[in-house]
Every structure is written in C-alpha cells, then in structure tokens.
C-alpha cells in the first residue's frame, strides 16, 4: 500500500543584504590600504630625497667629492694644523681634485692634480712658486713625493716612474717598474717605492 503525503512547496525567500554595511565596511578597509599606500610612497619619497640630499652635500660643484667639515673632537691628538693654502679653482695655486703632496729638504711644497698632469710648487709658507707638468699629461698621477735635493718623484699608471727637478720640471730620470707604487719618503731621506705585495728602495741614482 502506497502512503501519499500533501508536501506543500514554499518559493524561496530572497537573501536580504545590508548594502549599505556592505558599503561602509568596503569604505573602511579601502581607506586603510590607501592610507597604507600612502604612507609607503611618503617613505619611500622620504628615503630617495635623503639620499639624494647626502649626494648633493658630499659633492662639489666640480663633481669632486669633499669631505665633511673636521669637528674639534674628531682631530687627531697627535698633530695640528701648521699651515693651509691654495683652494679650488683651474688657476695658478688652485687645484681640482689634488691627492698628493710632498715637501724637500728646503721647505718647498709640492703637490698635483690626480688629473692633468699639472704640478705646482710652493714655498714653505704656501705662496706659489711655479708649475709644471709631467711627462704622460693623459695618465693620472698616482703618488708624488720629494727627496731632499728636491727631486721629484712621481709614479703613473703601467708602472711608470719618473723623477723630476723639482724646480723647473725638467726630467732627470725614468724608469719602468713592475708594480704600481705609492712612493713615501724616509727620515734618512730615502724614497720607498710600495705596492699591495712589494716594497722597493729607490736607487742612489735618482738623487
């Protein structure tokens, strides 16, 4: 025997949603990650223009960097300054970008752009004497030094060695050596010609 029951069939309801918490809820969490995003762009605007602004400070008009100004804690105990001269200019006694500097037995003052070739001579209260250059104008001056007759030393890339009168520029010796060097001089008055692994006295003839 068949059981039939009345089964009553119901039309769905539809889902009521509350657009408008929809609305403020969606406005809330775009606020958030805009705000996020802003901050993010903020800092990192922030981050490039420090940079930028370090940059700027630590380079001159000429594109040479320069050191910060030497706070009175920060000098060193064991030396003071004696003397300062010449500044930055293409001048005569005005430099670009000089590394080196030596002095001679007599007290002259000798120091050369790193580019250029130009060397200037001053005496030992820095007033300009003269100028010069050396032999290779295209390579850059690695290291310059003085003996005391005032003998210039100066070393150039490929091992270049050349040693000048200081005075007058005038070459009185070349040589080729198998390193770069750095030239320092002794106290006995000595040249030392140095590199990363070797360590060379300059010979007698050069004096």
């Known amino acids: 025997m068949s059981v039939f029951q009345n089964v009553q069939f119901v039309s769905p309801q539809p889902i009521k949603i509350n657009t408008e918490a929809v609305v ?4 809330v969490f775009g606020g958030v990650t805009a705000g996020i995003v802003i901050l993010l762009f903020i800092a990192i605007i922030a981050s490039v223009g420090f940079a930028v602004w370090m940059s700027v400070r630590a380079v001159n008009k000429s594109g040479v960097i320069s050191p910060s100004k030497i706070t009175e804690s920060a000098k060193p105990s064991f030396a003071r300054e004696t003397l300062r001269f010449s500044g930055e200019g293409n001048g005569a006694g005005k430099f ?10 007599e007290g002259k003052i000798y120091s050369a752009d790193y580019q ?4 200037q001579v001053f005496d030992k209260d820095g007033k300009f004497l003269t100028q010069w250059f050396v032999k290779d104008k295209e390579a850059v001056v690695l290291s310059l030094t003085a003996n005391r007759n005032g003998t210039v ?3 150039q890339p490929g091992g270049k060695l050349t040693a000048y009168e200081g005075s007058s520029g005038n070459i009185l010796k070349e040589a080729k050596l198998d390193l770069t060097s750095s030239l320092y001089p002794t106290a006995d008055g000595k040249i030392i010609a140095a590199s990363r692994n070797d360590i060379l006295q300059i010979n007698e003839i050069y004096k």
Do not use: C, H, M
Request: hydrophobic share 35%.
């Open 116 to 119: 250029g070739g130009r060397v």
């Open 24 to 27: 403020q809820t969606a406005k």
């Open 153 to 155: 030393f100066v070393t």
């Open 96 to 105: 670009t970008d000089n590394r080196t500097i030596a002095a001679d037995g």
